[in-house]
């Protein structure tokens, strides 16, 4: 599922620029709407997945998502092309946020933050084949052979998902309190259940995973100038030949430094993993942006990629450890809408800056917003936690 986000993220602005003879911004517009789509199915997929179970939602939008794949065949004008990708992100955000919360379910939890770290890992292999893929599907300029690609894997990944198995279902409620570990958790749930009847938002989002999601947001606003105009940037310093090998790299440098990244999340506190991961991100952005070589170029998509690999896994860790286990759903869909709104806007205002100036201010400016992510992990998380330094400490969590 992933790999086809990543083809499509990578080959559509191509098309919209070659094909739909479309500019800068909208070839950002490309993924914005999409993304835009994934922001307005993630609040109800949380709570659809919390209520109705996670493998049933998880087919119901693996479905959806693979005739979204189906129907680009037949959007030949740029209209009815948004409005497909709009739907298509709707089903990914179903789909996606049912499968990572399943992730969540296998997974022990002294050992969340290694399990997720594995399951994110294969997100990062995806990122490596797919804009790899995207490039090669759209190498002749044939829409129908990008299009085929997708829907043939759209369609292996739900048959993969047909064949998830996962431990007995449990609502978002336990039906018997005696099932639980003691009456303070029920209580705990109870009251937290009430303070969501309350608040109509606190039905789609988990309150308790929106601070460290507004970091990933900020995050991913920054990262959303690599899948989107690293393509288009290789032209231009006309190092278009690596382009495939920069996000290659990228990926081997997250799955290598994996191992570590979960058992350090696992057994420190999470600020271990995010501000030396931060760092390296903003460095490598910086590299980017002054690059004129091959190996600058990819110089920067290792340190990038070690940055990268620390930080996302740890931000969806930490939305689901600071979570009640019965909205892991919620929790779920609450970090991937904040991170995708990022994404999405991200995709555009990068697209601008790009316009306006050119392809290197706009890493430049990634990286700034990088730098303000730091700042607002230390404002919304890392204080916050010092403050509560005293209360015993969970599994994995600081």
């Given at each position: 599922?992933?790999?086809?986000?990543?083809?499509?993220?990578?080959?559509?602005?191509?098309?919209?620029?070659?094909?739909?003879?479309?500019?800068?911004?909208?070839?950002?517009?490309?993924?914005?709407?999409?993304?835009?789509?994934?922001?307005?199915?993630?609040?109800?997929?949380?709570?659809?997945?919390?209520?109705?179970?996670?493998?049933?939602?998880a087919v119901i939008g693996?479905?959806?998502?693979?005739?979204?794949?189906?129907?680009?065949?037949?959007?030949?004008?740029?209209?009815?092309?948004?409005?497909?990708?709009?739907?298509?992100?709707?089903?990914?955000?179903?789909?996606?946020?049912?499968?990572?919360?399943?992730?969540?379910?296998?997974?022990?939890?002294?050992?969340?933050?290694?399990?997720?770290?594995?399951?994110?890992?294969?997100?990062?292999?995806?990122?490596?084949?797919?804009?790899?893929?995207?490039?090669?599907?759209?190498?002749?300029?044939?829409?129908?052979?990008?299009?085929?690609?997708?829907?043939?894997?759209?369609?292996?990944?739900?048959?993969?998902?047909?064949?998830?198995?996962?431990?007995?279902?449990?609502?978002?409620?336990?039906t018997k309190p005696e099932?639980?570990?003691?009456?303070?958790?029920?209580?705990?749930?109870?009251?937290?259940?009430?303070?969501?009847?309350?608040?109509?938002?606190?039905?789609?989002?988990?309150?308790?995973?929106?601070?460290?999601?507004?970091?990933?947001?900020?995050?991913?606003?920054?990262?959303?100038?690599?899948?989107?105009?690293?393509?288009?940037?290789?032209?231009?310093?006309?190092?278009?030949?690596?382009?495939?090998?920069?996000?290659?790299?990228?990926?081997?440098?997250?799955?290598?430094?994996?191992?570590?990244?979960?058992?350090?999340?696992?057994?420190?506190?999470?600020?271990?993993?995010?501000?030396?991961?931060?760092?390296?991100?903003?460095?490598?952005?910086?590299?980017?942006?002054?690059?004129?070589?091959?190996?600058?170029?990819?110089?920067?998509?290792?340190?990038?990629?070690?940055?990268?690999?620390?930080?996302?896994?740890?931000?969806?860790?930490?939305?689901?450890?600071?979570?009640?286990?019965?909205?892991?759903?919620?929790?779920?869909?609450?970090?991937?809408?904040?991170?995708?709104?990022?994404?999405?806007?991200?995709?555009?205002?990068?697209?601008?800056?790009?316009?306006?100036?050119?392809?290197?201010?706009?890493?430049?400016?990634?990286?700034?917003?990088?730098?303000?992510?730091?700042?607002?992990?230390?404002?919304?998380?890392?204080?916050?936690?010092?403050?509560?330094?005293?209360?015993?400490?969970?599994?994995?969590?600081?």
């Amino acid at each position: 599922m992933f790999m086809t986000f990543y083809i499509l993220a990578t080959a559509f602005p191509l098309y919209v620029r070659d094909s739909l003879h479309g500019d800068q911004q909208q070839m950002g517009l490309a993924i914005t709407v999409y993304v835009v789509g994934g922001v307005l199915g993630r609040p109800f997929s949380g709570l659809w997945v919390d209520r109705f179970g996670k493998k049933k939602m998880a087919v119901i939008g693996m479905v959806i998502f693979l005739l979204a794949c189906v129907s680009y065949f037949g959007a030949k004008g740029m209209v009815l092309f948004l409005i497909v990708r709009l739907l298509h992100g709707i089903s990914y955000a179903v789909a996606s946020t049912a499968t990572s919360t399943a992730a969540t379910v296998i997974i022990p939890t002294s050992r969340q933050g290694e399990g997720i770290g594995y399951f994110s890992m294969f997100m990062s292999i995806a990122m490596a084949i797919g804009p790899a893929l995207g490039l090669l599907l759209w190498k002749d300029h044939n829409i129908n052979v990008l299009l085929t690609g997708v829907s043939v894997i759209a369609a292996a990944s739900l048959i993969f998902t047909l064949g998830i198995r996962l431990p007995k279902e449990q609502n978002n409620q336990p039906t018997k309190p005696e099932q639980l570990a003691d009456v303070s958790t029920v209580q705990q749930q109870e009251q937290e259940s009430q303070n969501n009847k309350k608040r109509g938002w606190g039905k789609f989002l988990e309150p308790k995973a929106v601070p460290i999601s507004l970091v990933g947001f900020i995050l991913s606003f920054a990262y959303s100038s690599l899948s989107g105009f690293f393509a288009s940037f290789a032209e231009e310093i006309h190092q278009s030949n690596i382009t495939a090998l920069f996000f290659v790299v990228f990926a081997v440098m997250i799955v290598v430094s994996r191992p570590i990244v979960g058992k350090v999340f696992d057994n420190y506190r999470e600020h271990y993993l995010y501000y030396p991961g931060i760092a390296l991100f903003i460095v490598g952005m910086l590299v980017l942006s002054a690059a004129h070589s091959a190996f600058m170029v990819l110089l920067s998509a290792m340190v990038l990629g070690v940055g990268y690999g620390a930080l996302l896994p740890c931000f969806q860790t930490l939305a689901i450890k600071l979570s009640p286990a019965h909205r892991r759903g919620s929790a779920t869909g609450t970090f991937f809408l904040l991170f995708d709104l990022g994404y999405g806007f991200g995709s555009y205002f990068m697209g601008m800056i790009a316009s306006f100036t050119d392809y290197r201010v706009m890493y430049e400016g990634a990286g700034v917003v990088a730098l303000l992510s730091a700042v607002g992990y230390y404002i919304l998380h890392h204080r916050r936690q010092a403050k509560r330094s005293t209360l015993p400490r969970q599994a994995g969590v600081a």
